[in-house]
C-alpha cells in the first residue's frame, strides 16, 4: 500500500537588537516587540544573579511590561552552570509557568547568562510543547554566540547539554548595558568565541580583534559592543544560511576548539568558563595544525598572542591527563551523532574538517603547549 505523505515546512524569522536600557521608560523597543508578538501574558524568568547586581530590574521589567499593557509577573532562580547540571530550575521553572497559567499564546522573557538561557528555553519549549520566547542575554558570551541561536539544553549523564531541543525565539533583545555589571573574568571569557568565529569565518574580524586586543581585555564600551555585534552577525549568518540550522548532518563548523573545550570544562569540574575552555581548545588545535604543517608558525603566533593579549588562558592541568582529554573526541563525535568533524585552521579566516584526528599529533600539541607555558 502506498503510504500517506505529511509534507510541510515552517518559515523562521527572528531578529537580534542591540539596546541600552531596555526596560527604560523612554526606550520604546520591547513595547514594540511586545505590540508585534501579542502575547497574553508574559513570565519574566531573571537569573539571580542578574537581578543581584540589577536590584531595580526585577521592578523597571515589571512596571515596563505593566504599562505595555501586557499583564506580567517576575520570577528570580539561579543560573550558572549548576542550573544546567540538573533539572531542578527546569521543573522550578515549569511549576511558576503552570501557576501562572501560560500558554501557547503566553511568552516567556529570559534574562540571564548562557546557561540560564539554555534552561529558560527548555523549559519555555517543552511546556504546552512550546511556549514563545524572547531571550535577553546578560553575559558577553551569550550576547554575541550562546542567545542568538535557536538551541537550548541541560546537561545529563555528565555530558553537555545532552537533553534539549531546537527551538528558535521570537526575538533577541542584547541591552549593552546589561554587561557593566559583569566581572572581568566573565566579560573576558566571552572573547573566546569572537576570535573562533573570526578565525574559521573571517579573517578581517581577526585582525581587527588582535588590534583592538587591549581595550576589548580592558572592557571598552565601544569596542566590546562591535565585537558583540560582529560576533553574533557571524553566528546568525551560519544557522540562516548554513544549510543545516537544525543540525542534522554532522558537520559544526562553528564548534572550533569546542571538542576539547567540552571535556575540558567536565575535567574541571566547571572550574573553567566554557569560554576559558574555548580559548584552551583554540590554542590546542591551532598547535596540531601548526605541527601538521596546516597552519604557518607566524599565524599561530598570532593567534597565541592574540588569546593572550585578551587576556585568555592557553593552558590547564587538565591537559596534562591526555588520555581522559582524547576521550572528548569520542563524545564530540557521539553528539554529532554520526562521523566525526572536526573544525581546523589552513590559516587564518580559513576553516577546513577533517574526520580524524592523530591523538599522536594531539598528544605532542599539548606537550608543546606545556613547554611553552612553563617558559612564561
Ligand atoms: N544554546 C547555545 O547555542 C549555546 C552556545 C554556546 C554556549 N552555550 C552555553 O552557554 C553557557 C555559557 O554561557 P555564559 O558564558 O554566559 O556563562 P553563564 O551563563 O554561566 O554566566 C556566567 C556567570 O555570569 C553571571 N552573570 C550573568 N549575567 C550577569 C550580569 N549581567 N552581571 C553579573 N553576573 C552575571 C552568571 O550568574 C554566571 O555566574 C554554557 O553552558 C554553554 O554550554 C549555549
Ligand atoms: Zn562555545
Request: aromatic share 6%.
Amino acid at each position: 500500500m502506498d503510504p500517506v505523505i505529511c509534507s510541510f515546512s515552517l518559515p523562521f524569522r527572528y531578529a537580534v537588537h542591540f539596546t541600552h536600557g531596555a526596560f527604560q521608560p523612554s526606550n520604546p523597543l520591547v513595547r514594540d516587540l511586545v505590540a508585534e508578538q501579542k502575547p497574553r501574558r508574559i513570565l519574566v524568568a531573571m537569573e539571580e544573579n542578574v537581578a543581584f547586581k540589577n536590584p531595580q530590574l526585577p521592578r523597571a521589567a515589571a512596571d515596563y511590561l505593566a504599562a505595555a499593557g501586557v499583564p506580567a509577573s517576575v520570577h528570580v532562580l539561579p543560573g550558572g552552570e549548576a542550573a544546567k547540571e540538573s533539572a531542578a530550575v527546569v521543573r522550578e521553572l515549569h511549576r511558576a509557568m503552570e501557576a501562572e497559567k501560560l500558554c501557547r499564546h503566553s511568552c516567556v522573557a529570559a534574562i540571564g547568562g548562557g546557561a540560564f538561557l539554555d534552561v529558560a528555553g527548555f523549559a519555555a519549549a517543552t511546556l504546552h510543547r512550546g511556549i514563545p520566547l524572547l531571550r535577553f542575554p546578560s553575559t558577553l558570551l551569550a550576547q554575541a554566540d550562546a542567545g542568538v541561536g535557536v538551541k537550548n539544553g541541560i546537561n545529563f549523564a555528565g555530558k553537555k547539554n545532552l537533553v534539549g531541543t531546537f527551538a528558535p525565539p521570537r526575538a533577541v533583545v542584547n541591552d549593552l548595558d546589561l554587561l557593566a555589571t559583569l566581572p572581568t573574568r566573565e566579560r573576558r571569557a566571552g572573547l573566546s568565541e569572537a576570535v573562533k568565529v573570526g578565525l574559521i569565518r573571517d579573517a578581517a574580524f581577526f585582525e581587527w580583534i588582535e588590534a583592538a586586543a587591549e581595550p576589548l581585555r580592558e572592557g571598552n564600551a565601544a569596542e566590546i559592543e562591535t565585537l558583540v555585534r560582529r560576533c553574533a552577525a557571524l553566528h546568525i549568518a551560519h544557522i540562516a544560511t548554513g544549510g543545516d540550522p537544525f543540525e542534522k548532518g554532522s558537520r559544526r563548523p562553528l564548534d572550533f576548539g569546542h571538542w576539547a573545550a567540552h571535556k575540558l570544562e567536565q575535567m574541571s569540574a566547571f572550574r573553567l568558563r566554557h569560554g576559558e575552555a574555548v580559548a584552551i581548545g583554540i590554542a590546542l588545535d591551532s598547535v596540531y595544525a601548526a605541527r601538521t604543517g596546516d597552519l604557518s608558525r607566524a599565524e599561530l603566533e598570532r593567534i597565541l598572542g592574540t588569546l593572550q593579549r585578551l587576556g585568555l588562558p592557553l593552558f590547564a592541568p587538565e591537559l596534562r591527563c591526555a588520555e581522559e582529554l582524547l576521550g572528548g573526541l569520542d563524545e564530540f563525535r557521539e553528539h554529532l551523532g554520526g562521523e566525526l568533524c572536526v573544525t581546523l585552521l589552513r590559516g587564518i579566516g580559513r576553516a577546513w574538517e577533517v574526520h580524524a584526528m592523530d591523538p599522536g599529533g594531539i598528544r605532542a600539541a599539548i606537550g608543546e603547549r606545556e613547554a611553552r607555558e612553563a617558559r612564561r
